[in-house]
């Protein structure tokens, strides 16, 4: 059985390009207790404010349940679900996953593949976050399921199920084409003669169908484009910053490096470079950021 199969292929509602990582973080998140405690089952009661979590974080922007995943990922073969009346889940309702006191976990063959293949539960956790995350978020989303992994391997290598390579030369044509500096703020950070801090961020994510061009790419400092993959930040059809109401920040530094930043117009690319497309940035916008925009306050 070829559970890395099977991981690339979680059925799950799509269309058009929309995320629906409800099963993949879950899946996750039982990767996470499986490492701590091999034998160990999930109640829903338990875990459901995690779940619902997690899903506000790394989750579309619409409200969801995490009761969906809970029951819908039994349909896999990679989870499954007891009650006190016995095995199987009660359906995808919040209030039966509660009273029926359904507890989750792994599938019995999935955790013995597991137990023989220590090495199984780190590949499979990559396969999830490749087809289903931004990389800039891989780092936090294990932190946030528990998940310990060694460092991820270095190189290009194809996602998986689709048989597409990374483009090596995608950073530093984004980054040429920016000026190497931030095209939210400016930052042009070197030591010596090479960048730091800098990085070529995906406006339709690669996990997605977002190409490895220039025009899906924008130059981005580190900690804005954590925030462009988070949400936090968006374009506008003008060209300009979007802020999210949702995000507060009340010091000085916040107040400087994220709210001063909304209506402010992009920097770059440079004259003859092709700017982000509008299909791309539509996508981002209604997948990723969250909430309404602030209304500008920007320099002009």
């Not at 989750?59 to 990679?78: E, I, K």
């Not at 955790?111 to 990389?135: I, K, M, N, S």
């Not at 988070?230 to 507060?248: N, T």
Request: charged residues 25%; proline residues 8%; glycine residues 12%.
């Amino acid at each position: 059985m070829d559970w890395l199969e099977r991981a690339a292929r979680l059925r799950q509602w799509s269309g058009n390009g929309v995320r629906a990582p409800h099963k993949p973080l879950l899946f996750l998140y039982a990767l996470g207790r499986f490492q701590r405690d091999p034998d160990g089952e999930l109640a829903y009661s338990a875990v459901e404010q995690d779940l619902r979590q997690l899903l506000v974080e790394y989750g579309p922007a619409h409200r969801t349940t995490p009761a969906y995943p809970f029951h819908h990922l039994q349909s896999d073969g990679v989870w499954e679900v007891h009650t006190d009346h016995g095995p199987g889940s009660p359906g995808s309702g919040v209030l039966e996953l509660r009273a029926s006191r359904a507890r989750g976990r792994l599938a019995p063959e999935l955790r013995a593949a597991l137990r023989r293949e220590p090495a199984l539960l780190g590949r499979l956790a990559r396969v999830l976050l490749d087809l289903h995350f931004a990389p800039s978020l891989h780092g936090d989303l294990c932190d946030a399921v528990g998940l310990d992994l060694e460092p991820a391997e270095t190189g290009l290598r194809p996602l998986s199920g689709t048989g597409r390579r990374r483009d090596g030369r995608m950073r530093e044509l984004v980054l040429t084409a920016y000026e190497y500096q931030c095209a939210f703020c400016g930052y042009d950070g070197r030591i010596g003669a090479v960048p730091v801090g800098l990085e070529a961020a995906h406006v339709r994510w690669w996990a997605f169908h977002g190409p490895d061009e220039i025009n899906n790419g924008l130059c981005l400092c580190s900690l804005h484009h954590k925030l462009f993959d988070k949400g936090v930040l968006g374009l506008a059809d003008d060209r300009r910053v979007m802020v999210s109401q949702r995000f507060v920040g009340r010091s000085p530094a916040a107040h400087a490096q994220v709210l001063a930043l909304a209506g402010r117009p992009l920097l770059g690319p440079q004259p003859g470079v092709r700017p982000v497309s509008a299909r791309h940035r539509e996508w981002h916008t209604r997948q990723v950021f969250h909430g309404t925009p602030r209304p500008g306050t920007g320099a002009p």
